[in-house]
């Protein structure tokens, strides 16, 4: 069955770094486009990045736009999110999920359970 | 990339039928088929439940249906049960080739 396992998530100091993996099995990944979502204590969700199935093509939330970046490896099934210049406001649980259909940027369908980053001093 | 909008609480009784909108812009909601629905118990990841505006994914209930006009959307849960409580959150697709969740909606079953 999919699983996406997410990892990497922590207290950090404002303006520190941050990256958090999230490990997939059970599809063939090398043909889903991945996404982060996050999700702020009591809040609601908030699209974060994509990076299409062959990494050609990468969307970042304005909020995020130039301190976070995606990335993957389709050998190791694995896709990335990058963190710097972290804020108080980035405090979240950040979901690793994937798309519906292969081929292309489509509805989220699958969801890891979550790792919590927070930026705390 | 403004959050679409939805209303923040509805509520019903056992076995009625409650509709939550969700409102964009001709940005996302208006030009795009890519409108979904996720239901979130609390504590628990978020669960698709319609997709591309009207599809529902295997497994889901058929009295869970949505629809679309104009920069609106719109999730109507008929026949409801106990089950259905939990937050509601429409996503759609926008012409920056990005993502858009509303701000969620909180069903109460009375």
């Known amino acids: 069955q999919v699983q996406l396992v997410e990892s990497g998530g922590g207290v950090v100091q404002p303006g520190r770094s941050l990256r958090l993996s999230c490990v997939t099995s059970g599809f063939d990944f090398a043909t889903y486009a991945m996404h982060w979502v996050r999700q702020a204590p009591g809040k609601g969700l908030e699209w974060v990045a994509v990076m299409w199935y062959d990494g050609s093509h990468e969307f970042y939330a304005e909020s995020v736009q130039g301190r976070f970046t995606i990335s993957r490896d389709n050998s190791k099934n694995t896709v990335w999110l990058q963190m710097n210049s972290l804020r108080a406001e980035d405090t979240a649980l950040y979901y690793c999920a994937r798309g519906r259909d292969p081929y292309r940027s489509s509805s989220i369908y699958y969801w890891g359970q979550g790792t919590l980053v927070t930026v705390s001093s | 990339q403004s959050a679409l909008t939805q209303p923040p609480s509805v509520s019903g009784s056992p076995g009625q039928s409650v509709t939550i909108s969700c409102t964009g812009t001709?940005?996302?909601?208006?030009?795009?088929?890519?409108v979904s629905w996720y239901q979130q118990p609390p504590g628990t990841a978020p669960k698709l439940m319609v997709y591309e505006v009207s599809n529902r994914p295997s497994g889901v209930p058929d009295r869970f249906s949505g629809s679309k006009s104009g920069n609106t959307a719109s999730l109507t849960i008929s026949g409801l049960q106990a089950e259905d409580e939990g937050d509601y959150y429409c996503s759609s697709y926008t012409s920056s080739a990005t993502f858009v969740f509303g701000g969620g909606t909180r069903l109460t079953v009375l």
């Open positions: 001709s940005s996302d909601v208006g030009s795009y088929n890519r």
